[in-house]
């Protein structure tokens, strides 16, 4: 950033000091915050002339035009304000981490006189246990069912006083102790089924079944048999789930397991937890707006984020790669615990294995929410709609390309997009009739005159765009097909693969959308559908014609006899399965013996 900047003299006066530096815009509107150990030192640097820097930030800095600052005690101190300042005001040029869903949580009120177990949609600091929150929402409530079944603590919302004259259902399906009925439990024995619960839910299995164990010895020497025999199925039970979950005891204690995927401006990033040597949960987040940002330095925001909100916070924390700054994030993570917390990166052994299984987790969620048009098309159209300047989402597109080896075997195919999505049901391809030789345009000319003259004999829909694989001369190419057709104006674009650019009608320069952009990518899902079809048909063509032509080289087979035989068996596989008396009820008797001694040859090599 040259020196004329306006905020360049306000940036060399800043204190020497620990703080936060905050941009606004024309309007006063918070652009971005950052926290820095010496304010003037740190913002002096956005201005410094060949400092390299996102792109994301080069935008920031042109529309800033106000310079804030506020002086802390420390470096942790401005760690603290920044994570606030974005999370209150969501600054447009910070990197701003999103938790897609509110998953929901367990609350076990333990300060009640019989606590209670129900599912809440959100933690609160309110002196009560929370578990969670659970991914998928099913997992809390097959968890709140086995809480019932297993340990009796009631799931239920009635007044848990014993004035109930009856109990009510769980407690005759042996689901509850029955504590809003008088006389049914004690506050004691029902503290203890609490207790039992909570280190089931904090995944505390072998603590757990050495209390039940003690438990089933206490209760057959009351000669309490039942109760015996219940603690018993229940330790039988959880050693059966433990085993099931042997996967994950890895040595692994408390521990939360961070990785990420990035492309471009958006991305995912994935935490498994382990509690006690088991993954008790997992959490995912996408992001957008990182821009080019470090990764060290990006990990290290999002790692503020995440627990800035977040209640527990365990003793070792380990990611990829080591954060820009892993010591400052450390003090403040242990500030929040109360103990000491290291943040760590694998190299091997375990732990390393382990933290790839999230890579991969973080990899699969990315293309699930930013690669598939199931998730991503709508919100796509309504950007191609603005980039274009179509008046209406282009719903329909339909988009075309052109196929052959040195002019030989050309064809074309079109695809169809409905909604953001493809409709394969609706692919066409066409074999060029009038075209001799290698001429991409005439060629594309041809098919786009064929396939819009037949649409509009049928009375069929029209697409809202065309797009078109190439560049401005395939475009000028599809548009006078277009016109040849009959039909009235249609929208029309060619995407261009080597800059990616996008070339429109009555436009001299071409169009670049931004690399993230759903748009772009929409058009680009289209345009390589587009190529594979075409290529596709391509090589069917070839193959058929080289079968064709090795069937010719037998001696006494000409093509007709060829034609002929393909024509009555459908293809050359039922062909080859053929008897030679099925061959001569089309084909002379002596043609028929000599194709079926060819293969016979031919599979016996």
Wanted: proline share 6%; aromatic share 8%.
């Amino acid at each position: 950033m040259k020196g004329e900047h306006p905020l360049v003299e306000r940036a060399s006066a800043l204190p020497d000091r620990p703080g936060c530096y905050l941009f606004r815009g024309a309007t006063g509107d918070l652009l971005y915050v950052g926290k820095a150990r010496s304010l003037v030192k740190r913002v002096r640097s956005y201005f410094q002339e060949g400092a390299a820097r996102p792109p994301r930030l080069v935008q920031m800095l042109v529309e800033a035009k106000g310079l804030e600052v506020i002086v802390t005690g420390s470096e942790v101190e401005a760690l603290i304000l920044e994570n606030s300042l974005i999370k209150n005001h969501r600054p447009r040029f910070n990197v701003l981490l999103r938790d897609d869903k509110n998953f929901p949580y367990l609350k076990l009120t333990v300060h009640d006189e019989f606590p209670r177990l129900v599912l809440v949609r959100q933690a609160r600091d309110d002196g009560h246990l929370y578990f969670g929150p659970y991914l998928p929402a099913s997992a809390a409530r097959r968890t709140l069912r086995m809480a019932s079944r297993y340990f009796q603590v009631a799931p239920c919302y009635e007044p848990l006083d014993g004035k109930r004259g009856r109990p009510c259902l769980y407690y005759h399906m042996n689901q509850c102790l029955g504590p809003c009925t008088d006389g049914l439990t004690t506050p004691q024995r029902y503290r203890q089924a609490v207790e039992e619960l909570r280190l089931f839910l904090e995944g505390k299995d072998h603590d757990l079944q050495e209390r039940l164990r003690l438990s089933m010895w206490e209760a057959s020497e009351r000669d309490d048999f039942e109760l015996a025999a219940h603690y018993r199925d229940l330790i039988r039970d959880m050693e059966a789930m433990s085993r099931k979950q042997n996967f994950a005891r890895v040595g692994l204690e408390d521990q939360d397991y961070f990785h990420y995927h990035r492309d471009g401006e958006e991305g995912i990033l994935q935490l498994f937890q382990t509690r006690g040597g088991q993954v008790v949960g997992r959490r995912e987040f996408s992001f957008a707006g990182s821009g080019s940002e470090p990764d060290a330095v990006f990990l290290g925001q999002a790692l503020q984020q995440y627990y800035e909100n977040e209640r527990e916070v365990p003793a070792e924390v380990y990611v990829p790669l080591d954060l820009a700054d892993r010591p400052l994030i450390e003090s403040w993570l242990s500030e929040r615990r109360r103990g000491r917390v290291s943040v760590r990166v694998p190299r091997r052994g375990v732990k390393a294995a382990f933290l790839t299984t999230v890579r991969t987790n973080a990899e699969l969620a990315f293309r699930t929410r930013f690669r598939s048009p199931v998730t991503s098309g709508v919100a796509a159209l309504e950007t191609l709609r603005e980039a274009l300047d179509l008046d209406e989402p282009p719903t329909r597109i339909e988009g075309f390309d052109i196929s052959h080896l040195q002019g030989t075997h050309v064809v074309a195919s079109m695809v169809v997009w409905l909604g953001g999505r493809p409709r394969k049901g609706e692919y066409r391809r066409f074999k060029v009739r009038t075209v001799e030789g290698q001429d991409d345009f005439a060629s594309l000319a041809e098919v786009v005159e064929r396939r819009y003259r037949r649409r509009l004999a049928e009375g069929a829909p029209l697409p809202d765009l065309l797009l078109i694989d190439g560049g401005r001369g395939q475009l000028a190419a599809a548009h006078r097909g277009l016109i040849a057709s009959g039909s009235p104006p249609i929208p029309m674009a060619a995407l261009a693969k080597r800059e990616e650019e996008l070339f429109l009608l009555g436009r001299e320069e071409p169009l670049r959308l931004p690399p993230a952009s759903p748009a772009l990518r929409l058009l680009q899902q289209i345009r390589d559908e587009s190529h594979r079809f075409a290529v596709g048909y391509h090589r069917q063509l070839r193959s058929k014609q080289a079968v064709r032509s090795t069937l010719v080289e037998i001696p006494g087979v000409g093509p007709k006899s060829v034609v002929k035989l393909l024509r009555a068996f459908g293809s050359v596989r039922e062909l080859r399965k053929a008897e030679e008396s099925q061959m001569a009820e089309h084909v002379a008797p002596r043609i028929a013996r000599a194709v079926r001694a060819y293969f016979d040859a031919v599979g016996s090599t």
